[in-house]
């Protein structure tokens, strides 16, 4: 049984991708995380499209946050990630992320693309302490309320890049990002 942390500590979670047995956890962490709140029917409509993949943090097998992103030629969208109230601020958030900057490259996909909503300051605030930074307003974006979003992104550093010949083996769009 995995107990709760309390504010500040940190978690250790596995990150695995999302498999149909998550999606009762996932829309529960997605309600209580959102208004308006993702329905099962969009989860699976995004995630049917090839280039989409759903991931879970997991800890003691409870999914205690997701994130949806797609694929593109040269970047990762993220489309919809949440992390369960009872286990913000304990680095489930921030291993997402590094686990999906982990799979940028500066000669391939070298940055990441989400929208946030101009009132969730706290979503701002978390991209902004990962490394990204806005870098413009798409006004009334979200269709249930006009609002706009700050459109953020997180470009690789290339100072810090694997060079390609000493790279070894080793190593839709929604409707809404809030979080």
């Known amino acids: 049984m995995s107990t709760v942390p309390t504010p500040d500590t940190q978690v250790r979670v596995h990150i695995r991708w999302m498999i149909r047995r998550d999606m009762p956890e996932v829309l529960g962490i997605e309600q209580a995380s959102f208004q308006p709140a993702w329905r099962e029917e969009e989860f699976l409509r995004v995630l049917r499209q090839r280039n989409c993949i759903g991931m879970i943090a997991e800890l003691d097998e409870r999914v205690v946050g997701f994130m949806i992103y ?11 990630f949440a992390v369960h109230p ?5 680095g489930v958030g921030s291993r997402m992320i590094a686990k999906l900057v982990g799979k940028l490259s500066p000669q391939r996909r070298s940055k990441i693309l989400l929208y946030v909503r101009e009132t969730n300051l706290p ?3 978390f991209y902004r302490s990962q490394g990204f930074k806005a870098i413009e307003v798409a006004r009334e974006y979200y269709e249930d309320s006009g609002e706009d979003a700050f459109v953020m992104n997180y470009v690789v550093d290339e100072s ?4 390609p010949e000493t790279e070894t083996a080793s190593h839709r769009h929604a409707s809404r990002l809030d979080h």
């Open 70 to 80: 797609e694929l593109h030629k040269h970047k990762l969208q993220i489309l919809n």
């Open 160 to 163: 810090h890049a694997i060079e």
């Open 123 to 125: 979503a701002q605030l």
């Open 86 to 90: 009872e286990f913000r601020r304990a």
